[in-house]
């Protein structure tokens, strides 16, 4: 006799077809089946099911899985407040350029428009933060609906997608086929035409400059771009989200620093000095025009999978749409011959020689606090080029974005689209998860920490090799406070209250330390790298110095 298929079984056959082997999620009465079926008791082949904690911590971990691998990252919820705690995680998502679908639980279709124990018109919530938002009414359509959802957050301008999904349609028997895979479709490089101007506009300026953004992050697009610059050295400056994309054997050359918050960096004033602008794979959510062309004057070509949102102050001359890696290896082929103008060599020295002041910054401890450089120090000196760190938001970010070297794309992850607090540990966790055989790495202030800490208990369920770095500043919202501090003279409203942060861990089963003097910062830090399973380190750290970050300030762009 035939086995019966379930609608749960058909998202379970998608999931599948498309690669998917991890999903994250917490069970409730109105998708259970789906559960049962990602539990392993029908399908031993389904996807790795990670129960979390909270579901907006499902949707983070669900991101980092996008980010990491480029498949699409799948967050499990059931209905009413279940779908509720999504929002904020898809959202995340959908402005980082992230592939995630999330898929919510539902009442019965004969309840969708009854006063019924958790019905939520969860459709059209998801609708205006997603790239996709669907309601299943056919059972035979699950297959093509599932379909649908994960090619638009794998599209040109990668982000979210939703399923609700009803109780008793997740509970039907299916009597069609479900869908074959199908491949996505491959986009071609840029009009020759086009790439062919981009090459004489090159070699007719005098200070061309790459600026590159969340989109060059996957592999083939990074080895192009860093083919193209091993050949002619252009000055690159990243944005957060492109951190990692100069490779350590190009830093010395072609490396001139990130963008993302205040328009103080040396990337901001070689940008402003260029008379040649070219945008990679650069979103303006990572870090609007107008902060890093704030008088419009700049000429600007953008390369890119999508064309631009023109605005005031992005206006290019010339807009390359396609496949990003193969429109470089064909400007790489333009460009032939080409030497970068000699006269501009002193400038950039100069501005090289200020980005490396960074490095030579005091890092002098105060009192039983430690300075944020040395704790960027510390960490940089307990990595490695493959180690996997994931920011959280807050005053540490700023700092870490900064100073913190990084030279593999997607190893040092970064909210800078919606800058959400809370994305930290379940972003290290999902790393983690990927990467048993590596540490990973979570780098959060005690207030973000808080938002996720529950996760922690993950962490230690699945015995994952984490570190989590808590720049500890004493129970306040660090980052906004300073930024209030600017406008106001004064602070409201962050104050949240100090947490025993070593007792906690423990609390857990995970292991808690702390720098107890400055002295320690460096020899607590590799303890923690050489601890087994989660670790908590809560370094007091002193941020009298965040006034310093705004120095110089051309303009801001404040969070």
Do not use: C
């Not at 000095?273 to 700049?298: C, F, H, M, Q």
């Amino acid at each position: 006799m035939e086995k019966k298929l379930y609608g749960s079984d058909i998202i379970i056959d998608s999931l599948k077809k498309h690669k998917i082997d991890m999903v994250f999620g917490i069970p409730g009465a109105k998708i259970d089946r789906l559960f049962q079926g990602l539990d392993g008791k029908d399908s031993d082949d389904a996807p790795k099911l990670i129960v979390t904690r909270h579901e907006q911590n499902a949707v983070f971990m669900a991101q980092a899985y996008g980010r990491l691998t480029g498949k699409t990252g799948v967050a499990i919820a059931t209905s009413g407040p279940g779908v509720g705690n999504l929002t904020t995680g898809l959202m995340t998502a959908n402005a980082e350029g992230d592939p995630v679908l999330a898929i919510g639980g539902q009442v019965q279709r004969k309840d969708l428009y009854r006063a019924t124990h958790q019905r939520t018109p969860s459709k059209r919530l998801m609708a205006p933060i997603t790239h996709f938002s669907a309601e299943i009414q056919d059972p035979n359509n699950i297959s093509e609906t599932m379909s649908n959802a994960i090619e638009a957050t794998q599209e040109s301008r990668k982000g979210a997608a939703f399923i609700s999904l009803p109780q008793d349609i997740d509970d039907a028997v299916v009597t069609e086929t479900p869908l074959p895979y199908y491949a996505k479709p491959k986009m071609g490089p840029a009009d020759s035409d086009d790439i062919a101007e981009l090459a004489k506009l090159i070699k007719s300026s005098k200070l061309p400059v790459i600026l590159v953004g969340q989109r060059v992050g996957d592999k083939h697009t990074t080895k192009a771009l860093r083919n193209l610059l091993s050949n002619y050295s252009f000055p690159v400056v990243e944005t957060y989200q492109a951190a990692g994309v100069i490779s350590r054997e190009l830093e010395e050359r072609t490396y001139f620093g990130r963008i993302g918050l205040f328009r103080n960096q040396v990337g901001d004033q070689l940008l402003a000095k260029s008379d040649l602008v070219i945008t990679v794979g650069y979103d303006p959510i990572e870090y609007e025009p107008r902060n890093w062309n704030k008088d419009a004057k700049l000429r600007i070509v953008n390369l890119d999978t999508v064309p631009a949102q023109i605005d005031n102050n992005f206006t290019p001359i010339m807009q390359l749409v396609g496949n990003i890696a193969t429109s470089l290896k064909q400007l790489d082929e333009e460009l032939n011959g080409f030497e970068y103008p000699a006269n501009e060599i002193d400038l950039l020295k100069k501005f090289k020689h200020e980005l490396d002041l960074d490095k030579e910054e005091t890092d002098e401890s105060n009192g039983k606090l430690n300075h944020p450089l040395a704790i960027v120090r510390a960490l940089q000196k307990n990595v490695d080029d493959n180690t996997t760190v994931a920011l959280d938001v807050g005053s540490h970010y700023i700092w870490m974005a900064r100073h913190f070297r990084s030279y593999q794309p997607h190893h040092l992850l970064i909210s800078n689209g919606m800058q959400t607090l809370g994305v930290g540990l379940p972003w290290a966790i999902t790393s983690a998860l990927l990467n048993p055989e590596k540490k990973a790495v979570a780098v959060v202030g005690d207030g973000g920490f808080m938002f996720s800490s529950v996760e922690l208990s993950t962490a230690v369920q699945h015995h994952l090799n984490i570190v989590i770095v808590v720049w500890n500043d004493g129970g306040h919202y660090d980052m906004v406070r300073f930024q209030e501090e600017m406008k106001y003279q004064d602070s409201a409203g962050v104050n949240f209250g100090q947490v025993d942060l070593v007792k906690f861990a423990e609390s857990f089963g995970a292991t808690g330390l702390r720098v107890d003097d400055p002295s320690n910062l460096e020899e607590t830090m590799k303890r923690a790298f050489s601890v087994e399973g989660p670790v908590v380190v809560d370094v007091p750290v002193d941020y009298s110095h965040n006034h310093e970050l705004a120095k110089s300030l051309i303009d801001t762009q404040l969070g």
